[in-house]
């Protein structure tokens, strides 16, 4: 097929780097040789602490490959997606390659545009149920890239796991390799390129609700405010577990934060428990016969703050020239 334009793949990346990431560590780098575009785990911005794994690492690089995927789809472009790592290239997580036109779907337009709006809100939402029809479609958001939702609340499930979110928070707390990182890379100032800026923290909370947002992500200089009561939680599994389904875990997870913003929601995350062992091997326990949990996050309603920034998508790209076939 011809060469994409360009503007495509422009915006394809500018899209890209909208994923959320820990810390907004952005661990990814793109390679562009001719219709494919190769989307790599950067080892350096690896948190070393929170995740010596790369496992968070990795669901930022499958929320990133989604964001490539809906844009080329949303601008008419058929693509496939070849899922990795593979074990002789650990750190190549996915690669996308153009398959000719497609129409694109309403829907895959929306999502698209949710894209450049969505953030991780971490202040208090509204005390408003999200509606079963709502609730639907994040499931089926995460069904259709091959994950799955799990809500907490029907099933006796909440309670045990956000007192595995509060005891997790506090064994951070009282470790200093931990509270280090997390220093290093909160309280930046609104341009720094990297990092989360102080002015995406949320207010301390007036007492400690059920749910307990990361405490290195408040911003202690506003006033102390009520949060929710019971936020909306919901756990995005996989079947399998390994690298391979941490970056479906990744697509899945960003596709169901995408339909969240097209329909008006805010969420944020509650990662403690996946950071620490035994609090990680209790959540395992807890899914046991439905599937490996990967990330967990808190859905609601609230009102809008502010976009995090992005290192410029000309720092994470890499353009690979195809060796000339036509040679001899
Ligand atoms: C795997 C993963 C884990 C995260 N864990 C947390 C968390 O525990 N607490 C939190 O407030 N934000 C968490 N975040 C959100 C990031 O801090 C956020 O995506 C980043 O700062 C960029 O901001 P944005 O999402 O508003 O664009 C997480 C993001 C990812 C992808």
Redesign the pocket.
């Known amino acids: 097929m011809s060469r994409p334009l360009p503007t495509v793949f422009d915006q394809a990346l500018a899209a890209a780097v909208?994923a959320?990431?820990?810390?907004?560590t952005q661990p990814w780098r793109f390679v562009v040789e001719g219709d494919v575009i190769e989307v790599w785990l950067d080892r350096e911005r690896v948190l070393p602490i929170a995740d010596a794994h790369g496992r968070?690492a990795r669901?930022?690089c499958g929320?990133a490959a989604f964001n490539l995927v809906i844009s080329l789809r949303s601008n008419g472009l058929a693509v496939v997606v070849r899922m990795l790592p593979d074990p002789a290239e650990p750190d190549l997580v996915a690669v996308i390659r153009l398959d000719g036109n497609q129409k694109a779907l309403r829907a895959e337009r929306q999502l698209a545009e949710a894209v450049f709006r969505?953030?991780?809100n971490?202040r208090p939402f509204l005390d408003k149920d999200v509606p079963p029809v709502v609730r639907a479609a994040l499931k089926s958001a995460a069904l259709q890239e091959g994950g799955q939702v799990e809500y907490l609340d029907a099933s006796g499930r909440y309670s045990t796991v956000a007192s595995l979110v509060r005891q997790a928070e506090a064994l951070q707390a009282g470790d200093s390799a931990f509270q280090a990182e997390a220093a290093f890379w909160t309280h930046r100032p609104p341009e720094s390129p990297d990092g989360?800026p102080k002015v995406?923290a949320g207010p301390p909370p007036d007492h400690h609700g059920v749910v307990t947002?990361?405490a290195s992500?408040e911003d202690e200089d506003l006033p102390v405010r009520e949060y929710e009561q019971e936020p909306l939680l919901a756990a995005v599994l996989t079947r399998d577990r390994g690298p391979h389904a941490e970056v479906r875990a990744g697509m899945a997870m960003q596709r169901v934060l995408l339909t969240a913003t097209a329909e008006g929601l805010a969420a944020?995350?509650?990662?403690?428990p996946f950071e620490t062992a035994w609090t990680r091997e209790s959540l395992d326990h807890i899914f046991t016969g439905l599937g490996q949990p990967h990330?967990l996050l808190r859905i609601g309603y609230g009102y809008p703050t502010r976009?995090?920034a992005r290192r410029a998508v000309t720092d994470v790209l890499t353009h690979r020239t195809a060796p000339d076939v036509t040679a001899n």
Request: charge should be positive; aromatic fraction near 4%; proline fraction near 7%.
């Open positions: 909208r959320p990431s820990p810390h907004n968070e669901l930022a929320a969505r953030h991780t971490r989360v995406a947002l990361r992500h944020s995350f509650l990662s403690q990330t976009l995090t």
